[in-house]
């Protein structure tokens, strides 16, 4: 996964396509398992496809929490 570079906007667009999930197993990695609701990117057109988008607007110890339970999530899911 990847931070695509945030210009002056509190959304950030997260490259998710190394996971090799397809749109539902994405999204429930990120609900269901991170519990981090995000959108997805392909609601957005078909660019979007395998990105999440994520609201950045908030606490600093809210957004560290997370993005703790993404990684710890991500980690799970491809064994490391």
Same mark, same amino acid.
């Given at each position: 996964?990847?931070?695509?570079?945030? %210009? /002056?906007?509190?959304l950030?667009?997260?490259?998710?396509?190394?996971?090799?999930?397809? /749109?539902?197993?994405?999204?429930?990695?990120?609900?269901?398992?991170?519990?981090?609701?995000?959108?997805?990117?392909?609601?957005?057109?078909? %660019?979007?496809?395998?990105?999440?988008?994520?609201?950045?607007?908030?606490?600093?110890?809210?957004? %560290?929490?997370?993005?703790?339970?993404i %990684?710890?999530?991500?980690?799970?899911q491809?064994? /490391?």
């Amino acid at each position: 996964m990847k931070l695509i570079p945030i %210009e /002056g906007t509190y959304l950030a667009w997260v490259d998710c396509r190394d996971l090799g999930l397809g /749109g539902d197993a994405l999204k429930s990695l990120m609900m269901d398992d991170a519990r981090v609701y995000l959108d997805s990117g392909h609601i957005f057109g078909p %660019e979007g496809e395998g990105f999440v988008r994520m609201n950045v607007a908030c606490r600093r110890q809210t957004l %560290e929490q997370a993005l703790a339970r993404i %990684e710890r999530a991500v980690n799970d899911q491809i064994g /490391g």
